[in-house]
């Protein structure tokens, strides 16, 4: 059986997860509320979109504090990474070109979908219609083609 | 855009019986400009004297003004009882200023639009005369020494102001070809706090408003000023703009230009104590168009917005959102400098990173403390044996020492548990405990000349320290400190220094201990030797006196060899 980790014997997080721990916990308590909102009134698919929405937000702060602004250090990265705070494989995504903006890896997963493309999220904004608004199934997502 | 304080007194109505028209001493004691002239009317047969021309029915509450007898309060009238906007921010402190004064001056505005003195500018070949613009894009001149001004420009100076205003086409032309002119700018401010300072040598006559040339009817005084503006092209295009401006002033809601910006932005700078220059919008060249507004460059735009957000004290660490929702910036004037989100969430990116980078480097010169210190003395305050562990985190949980994320949790549960433990111990014991501390600590960490205010962190992390009262541990400390030797001057400062010398020392040691030890085998060898030798000489000498003996023949002659001769003859044969 492996060591139980409690608050106990934990290690402390790298440095400078003091500047950023007031931000992560909003998003932690988002990701509560969110989890906790009634679905009164809400299309089966719409139920997931906020969680989508606050851990897309998250993953993309840890990445921005780490390769733009450059404010963390590789090892507290690492850190959140393997502790959950931000999605490893979207952020792998997001450093290909093309990619700069993905919502989520559903979305890019062609394979899933009937006529093995994209989902309609990923199709740039001068290709849609006029006034064509659109919110994708799988998170929500209004368009997150890299030349919007 | 030009505008007149010009009013229609044409449409005055007659005054009704007993009321007669005066001219108020205006400006005596203000020190900015009233370019009105201000009337006032006073009835004979009730002492009432205001400045709202009376009219056969009752005027309104609003328009009744104080007496203008009362001349040291002329200068609040002007602004109909509005407090001077720039004097309200100053006085309101820095953080409120701003909104406050936004307010102060759109209600200001709305009541009445007052012509006042924006920029002064030297002019070429007339030292003591200044040209000063208005806010509403008027000239007069002005003479610091004399405390005269006058909107009708004198001969020489009218030659100087022409030459001023060649200069001013020709530096904006240049503007306009090579981007901002820096060293100009920077002329210009150090003229205006020239100016400034010789403003302070005439205390009386700090900017007084020109004396109207005295005209006796309300119609033309206002037409007078347009007359003795200089004939200069551009003033001449403005002029038919001007006229239609005067009708519409009276009726228009007036909308927060580019102007009043520039003015706030100015008087902004003077509440921070910046020069102008400092937060980005250069006074010079660019306040001098005036009239026409200025103008900010993208940089000077973004620097404002940055300056906001270090007002504010953002958290950079923060997301943009977050920040958004918030609404303290939004609110801010300077918020909306820039023209989109995408830019100003740019802009917001770009200072993030900067000042991460400067809290970064600020905390790497910050002395890195043990975390264990402020823990300890946060127990010495706090802890009691009543309490078990679980009890005293949950109660202290909320403190910045109890989540200090360096220091684990197991480590703090055992220094709580020790602590504890050692104040149920009797007071010699930790008395003692503590002497044993203060012992063994070198001399250059505890010497003579440490006080209590900066005791050294290994005495301060440690449990033996905290464990005994101040009121009995501070006492004992400085009276071992005081029988101390001084610090010692070779070994100076830094521990890694004296750790090194202590190495060396030891090599030394070592190396004359080993000296000593073959110094001691040398010697043995040598009395060995010594020995040796003394033992073969003996041995010598003893064959030498056989022989001698041998040689000397006694009493009995050759008998004795001859006896002593058998026995080794045998064996020879």
Not at chain 1, 9 to 31: C, Q, V
Not at chain 1, 60 to 84: F, H, M, P, T
Not at chain 2, 160 to 187: C, F, H, M, P, Q
Not at chain 2, 230 to 248: P, W
């Amino acid at each position: 059986m492996p060591p139980v980790r409690s608050a106990r014997n934990r290690k402390p997080p790298p440095d400078g997860f003091d500047d950023i721990e007031d931000t992560l916990l909003e998003f932690a308590n988002k990701m509560k509320d969110a989890e906790n909102a009634s679905h009164e009134g809400k299309k089966r698919h719409e139920v997931m979109w906020p969680i989508f929405q606050i851990s897309h937000q998250r993953s993309r702060y840890v990445y921005e504090l780490y390769y733009e602004k450059e404010a963390i250090s590789k090892q507290l990265y690492d850190w959140l990474l393997k502790n959950g705070y931000a999605d490893a494989s979207l952020i792998a995504k997001w450093k290909k070109q093309g990619y700069e903006k993905l919502c989520c890896l559903r979305c890019v997963q062609t394979k899933e979908t009937n006529f093995n493309a994209t989902c309609i999220c990923r199709v740039p904004k001068a290709q849609l219609k006029e006034d064509q608004m659109i919110e994708c199934v799988s998170c929500g997502c209004r368009g997150c083609s890299s030349s919007d | 855009m030009l505008k007149s304080t010009y009013k229609p007194a044409a449409a005055a109505p007659p005054l009704p019986a007993g009321w007669t028209e005066h001219t108020a001493p205006t400006g005596k004691f203000r020190p900015t400009f009233v370019f009105r002239r201000h009337l006032y009317y006073y009835n004979a047969t009730s002492q009432q004297s205001t400045y709202t021309r009376p009219v056969e029915t009752q005027p309104s509450s609003f328009s009744q003004r104080p007496s203008p007898g009362q001349h040291g309060y002329a200068g609040d009238f002007e602004h109909g009882a509005q407090p001077h906007p720039l004097q309200g921010f100053m006085t309101g402190n820095a953080s409120g200023g701003h909104r406050a004064f936004q307010g102060g001056r759109n209600e200001y505005r709305r009541t009445e639009p007052v012509d006042r003195p924006k920029t002064k500018h030297l002019i070429p070949g007339c030292p003591q005369w200044l040209l000063v613009k208005t806010k509403l894009g008027r000239r007069f001149v002005y003479n610091p020494e004399k405390g005269e001004s006058l909107w009708k420009f004198p001969l020489e100076v009218m030659k100087g102001v022409v030459e001023y205003d060649r200069l001013e086409r020709e530096k904006k032309t240049r503007i306009e070809r090579d981007g901002s002119n820096k060293d100009e700018d920077a002329e210009i401010t150090a003229a205006a706090e020239e100016l400034r300072s010789a403003e302070m040598e005439v205390p009386g006559a700090s900017l007084p408003p020109p004396i109207a040339s005295a005209p006796t009817n309300n119609e033309d005084d206002s037409d007078e000023y347009e007359e003795v503006e200089v004939t200069d092209d551009e003033d001449e295009g403005n002029l038919s703009k001007r006229k239609k401006t005067e009708e519409d002033l009276e009726n228009q809601p007036v909308e927060f230009n580019e102007d009043d910006i520039a003015y706030q932005l100015v008087a902004m700078g003077q509440d921070y104590g910046l020069d102008p220059g400092e937060y980005g919008d250069d006074g010079g060249a660019e306040l001098e168009e005036g009239a026409e507004g200025l103008t900010l460059t993208q940089e000077d735009s973004s620097a404002l917005f940055k300056d906001m957000l270090n007002d504010y004290n953002v958290n950079p660490y923060t997301t943009w959102e977050t920040l958004i929702e918030a609404g303290q910036i939004v609110e801010d004037g300077r918020y909306t400098v820039l023209p989109n989100m995408r830019s100003r969430k740019e802009v917001w990116g770009e200072w993030s990173r900067q000042r991460i980078q400067q809290l970064k480097e600020q905390r790497e010169r910050e002395f890195k403390k043990d975390p264990k210190i402020p823990y300890l003395a946060f127990l010495q305050k706090n802890a009691t044996p009543k309490l078990y562990w679980p009890e005293f985190r949950r109660k202290y949980k909320k403190e910045p020492e109890m989540r200090d994320s360096k220091l684990q949790d197991k480590e703090r549960e055992k220094m709580y548990r020790d602590y504890i433990s050692r104040l149920k111990l009797p007071e010699s014991t930790l008395k003692s405990d503590l002497a044993v501390l203060l012992k063994f600590l070198p001399i250059h960490v505890l010497n003579r000349s440490s006080s209590l205010e900066n005791l050294p962190p290994a005495i301060l992390s440690d449990i033996r320290y905290v464990s005994l009262k101040p009121s009995t541990r501070d006492p004992l400390i400085e009276a071992y400190v005081s029988e101390l030797p001084p610090a010692p001057t070779n070994i100076d400062g830094s521990p890694e220094e004296y750790e090194v010398r202590l190495r060396q020392r030891q090599e030394r040691e070592r190396r004359e201990r080993a000296l000593t030890a073959r110094q001691l085998r040398v010697e043995e060898e040598k009395r060995k030797q010594r020995g040796v030798l003394h033992h073969s000489k003996g041995l010598l000498r003893e064959g030498e006196q056989e022989l001698e003996r041998a040689k000397t023949v006694g009493k009995e002659g050759l008998l004795g060899y001859i006896e002593s001769d058998n026995a080794p003859e045998s064996p020879t044969r």
